[in-house]
C-alpha cells in the first residue's frame, strides 16, 4: 500500500509540467508463471527460412539461400548442410543450447539484484523492465534515500549517457522482426500457392507489424492471451514432430513410413565433416538463434507477479525444456529424412519430413502454412516485449519527444469496457495501460527497415535484417553484458551480496562461457567461408563481411549520437539535460520489493548551477 509521502509526492508530480508518472499493472494484471513460460515458447519456437529451391518460385534467383530465423522447423538442416555431418550437428545444437542455458543465467543475477535501492536504511533490489539495458546503466534514483539522492550506475558507469545512447540506437533500430516479418509473406504466398511478388511479401509483412502493434496497443489483456495461444499450439506441433518421428524410428509405419537409421551410424555420422572453421562457427550462430526467445520475459520484468518468487524457476525451467524439445525434434528429423535427401532437396526438413511420414504431396504447403502461422506468433511477442524496452530508452530522455514516447495510455478496450461497466474516475485509473507511443517507434522503425531494403530481393532482404539482428541483439549485447557481468564479479568486492537474490551454479562458469563464445563468434564472423560453403556468397548473394561490418559500426553510430546528445546540443543551448526517475517501491506481499510507479522528471540546467551527480 502507498503511505501518505507517496501519494503526495504523485499528486505533485501530476501537477508539475515537467514531470509524469508511469504506473505498473495492477496485481490483477500482471503475468504470472504460465504467461512468463509462453513468452519464451512463443519466441523461442518457430520462424522461417527459405532455400532457393525450397521457396521456387519464390526464390529463382538464388540456387542455395540459407538465413536465420528458420528456428526448429527449418534450421536443423542449415546446420547439418553447414557441417556436412549429423553427430556434429546434433552436437552443435547441444552446445548451442548449453551456451543458451549459461546465458538465462547471466540475465538472471542482474536482473534480480539490479536496480539497488536503498530504503529506510537498507538496500533492496527491485526488478525493471527494459533488459540488459539496465545492467549496462541507469539513472534512476529513490526518493527514500538518506539524506540525498544518490545516483545509481551498473557496469559502464562513464561516461554518463554513453551505453544509453549506444544501446538505445541500436534497440530501437534493430531491436524488431522486420526479417521475420518479411519471411511471413513469403510463406503466406507459398502456403496459398501464389507466384512470386515482392510487394505482395512487403505489404504482408507491414501487415503483420501493424496487426500486433495495433492489438497490443488497444487491448493489453488480448495480446497476452494471444501469446499464450501461439506458445501452446506451437508446443503440439513439435510434439507431433516428435511423437511420429520416433514412432516411425521404431517400426510405426504411419504412411510411407520410410525410417533412415543410418544417419544414427556411428561409422558415418560424423565421417566426412567441412574443414572450413567459418562453416562451423555460422552453423553454432543458427544453432543458438532460437534460444535467445529466454530474453523475452526479462523486457517486461516490472510486469511480472512475484519476479523474485516464480521468475527464476519458470525461465530456467522453460529453457531446459525448449533444449531438450530441441534435440528430440532433431532426432525425429534425423530418424525419417536421410542426409543426402537433406543435403540435396530443396524442401524444407518439416515438409520432407510430413512426405516421408505421410506420403502427402501437399506436405510443403501445409508447412508453409504452419510456418507462417508460427512467425506471426514470433513477431507477437516480439512487439510486446520490444515496446517495454523502448519505453525504458525513452525515459533516460535521450529520445526526441522522450516524455511522447515514454507514456502510457489506457487502452481503447479498458475504457470501453469501464463506460460499459460505469466506472469510477478512480476505477478508470485502474485499467489496464499500454505503451502506444512505444509501440508506434517499434512500427515505424521496423516498417522503415522493410523500406530500406526493397532495392533487394525480399529473399535478400530478410537474410541482411534476421542476420543482422542475430549478430547485434544476440551476439554483441550478450558479450557486453556477459563481460561485464565478469567484471562486477572479479573487481566489485561486494557484488557477493548485492547478488544474493540469485546465485548461478557453478560461480563465474556460466557467465565466463558466454563471455568467451559470443566473443569468439563476433570475430569469427570475420573469416570467409569456403567456396561450397552454404553461408558464402554464391549462396548468401552478400559478402560475408557486411553484417559484421555494419553490426559493429552500429556501436560507431550510436557514439555519434552521443556527442551530439551529450556535447553538441547541450553547447548549443548552453544547458544539459538532468534526467531523474523516482521509483515509489512497495512490497509484494511475498518478501520482495517492486516498483508501483515511477515518477520521470526531463530538465534543462545551466551547468554551472549543477552538482557533480547531475552532470
Request: with cysteine; net charge neutral; charged share 15%.
Amino acid at each position: 500500500m502507498l503511505d501518505q509521502e507517496d501519494l503526495d509526492r504523485l499528486q505533485e508530480a501530476k501537477e508539475n509540467p515537467n514531470k509524469f508518472v508511469i504506473s505498473t499493472p495492477e496485481d490483477r494484471q500482471k503475468l504470472g508463471a504460465i504467461t512468463v513460460i509462453c513468452l519464451i515458447l512463443n519466441r523461442t519456437i518457430g520462424g522461417f527460412m527459405r532455400s532457393a529451391t525450397a521457396c521456387e518460385p519464390y526464390c529463382n534467383e538464388l540456387k542455395t539461400f540459407f538465413n536465420l530465423g528458420s528456428g526448429i522447423f527449418i534450421l536443423p538442416a542449415t546446420v547439418l548442410r553447414g557441417t556436412d555431418s549429423i553427430g556434429i550437428s546434433l552436437l552443435i545444437w547441444t552446445f548451442a543450447g548449453i551456451v543458451s542455458i549459461a546465458a538465462i543465467l547471466v540475465w538472471l543475477e542482474l536482473s534480480l539484484s539490479i536496480p539497488r535501492y536503498e530504503l529506510d536504511g537498507n538496500e533492496v533490489s527491485v526488478p525493471r523492465s527494459g533488459g540488459e539495458k539496465n545492467y549496462a546503466s541507469t539513472t534512476s534514483r529513490s526518493w527514500r534515500l538518506q539524506p540525498d539522492f544518490c545516483q545509481l550506475e551498473y557496469i559502464y558507469k562513464r561516461p554518463k549517457f554513453l551505453v544509453t545512447c549506444v544501446y538505445g540506437t541500436l534497440f530501437i533500430v534493430l531491436g524488431n522482426l522486420s526479417g521475420n516479418a518479411i519471411g511471413f509473406g513469403s510463406y503466406v504466398l507459398e502456403a496459398a500457392n501464389i507466384q512470386n511478388n515482392d510487394a505482395a511479401i512487403r505489404g504482408l509483412a507491414i501487415a503483420a507489424l501493424t496487426t500486433t502493434c495495433l492489438l497490443h496497443a488497444i487491448w493489453r489483456k488480448g495480446g497476452i492471451l494471444l501469446n499464450n495461444a501461439f506458445a501452446f499450439m506451437k508446443v503440439m506441433i513439435l510434439l507431433l514432430i516428435i511423437i511420429a518421428g520416433l514412432a516411425s524410428l521404431g517400426g510405426a509405419s504411419l504412411g510411407r513410413g520410410t525410417i533412415h537409421t543410418a544417419n544414427f551410424d556411428t561409422h558415418t555420422s560424423f565421417s566426412n565433416p567441412r574443414k572450413d572453421m567459418a562453416s562451423y562457427t555460422d552453423s553454432l550462430v543458427y544453432a543458438m538463434y532460437p534460444y535467445t526467445g529466454f530474453l523475452q520475459p526479462f523486457y517486461v520484468l516490472s510486469e511480472v507477479k512475484r519476479p523474485q518468487g516464480i521468475f527464476a524457476k519458470a525461465t530456467i525451467g522453460t529453457m531446459i525444456f525448449v533444449v531438450v524439445l530441441y534435440i528430440l525434434v532433431n532426432v525425429a528429423f534425423f530418424s525419417v529424412v536421410s542426409k543426402a535427401e537433406i543435403m540435396g532437396t530443396g524442401l524444407d526438413i518439416a515438409s520432407r519430413f510430413f512426405e516421408e511420414i505421410f506420403g502427402s504431396t501437399t506436405a510443403s504447403r501445409v508447412m508453409a502454412g504452419i510456418i507462417a502461422f508460427s512467425i506471426y506468433g514470433n513477431i507477437l511477442v516480439m512487439t510486446f516485449t520490444a515496446s517495454r524496452v523502448k519505453q525504458e530508452i525513452a525515459k533516460e530522455g535521450i529520445l526526441p519527444f522522450s516524455k511522447f514516447f515514454a507514456g502510457n495510455t489506457t487502452t481503447l478496450v479498458a475504457k470501453l469496457w469501464a463506460k460499459l461497466k460505469s466506472q469510477t474516475a478512480h476505477q478508470h485509473g485502474e485499467l489496464e495501460q499500454s505503451p502506444a507511443a512505444a509501440l508506434l517507434l517499434h512500427w515505424v522503425f521496423a516498417t522503415l527497415l522493410i523500406a530500406f531494403t526493397a532495392s533487394q530481393t525480399a529473399a535478400v532482404a530478410y537474410s541482411i535484417l534476421v542476420d543482422l539482428y542475430a549478430y547485434v541483439i544476440m551476439l554483441l549485447m550478450k558479450f557486453f553484458v556477459a563481460t561485464g557481468l565478469l567484471y562486477l564479479q572479479w573487481r566489485d568486492p561486494v557484488w557477493r551480496e548485492k547478488s544474493l537474490n540469485f546465485r548461478p551454479w557453478g560461480g563465474s562458469t556460466a557467465v565466463l562461457l558466454v563471455s568467451l563464445v559470443t566473443g569468439f563468434l563476433l570475430l569469427a564472423a570475420f573469416v570467409p567461408p569456403a567456396d561450397d560453403s552454404p553461408y558464402a556468397f554464391s549462396a548468401q548473394k552478400f559478402q560475408w563481411y557486411i553484417i559484421p561490418t555494419v553490426g559493429l559500426g552500429g556501436l560507431f553510430v550510436g557514439g555519434a549520437y552521443f556527442i551530439v546528445f551529450r556535447y553538441i546540443i547541450p553547447q548549443l543551448k548552453g544547458k544539459q539535460l538532468v534526467v531523474e526517475r523516482v521509483p515509489i517501491i512497495v512490497s509484494d506481499d511475498y518478501g520482495g520489493w517492486v516498483q508501483k510507479h515511477e515518477i520521470v522528471e526531463f530538465s534543462w540546467g545551466i551547468p554551472e548551477l549543477m552538482s557533480d551527480d547531475e552532470k
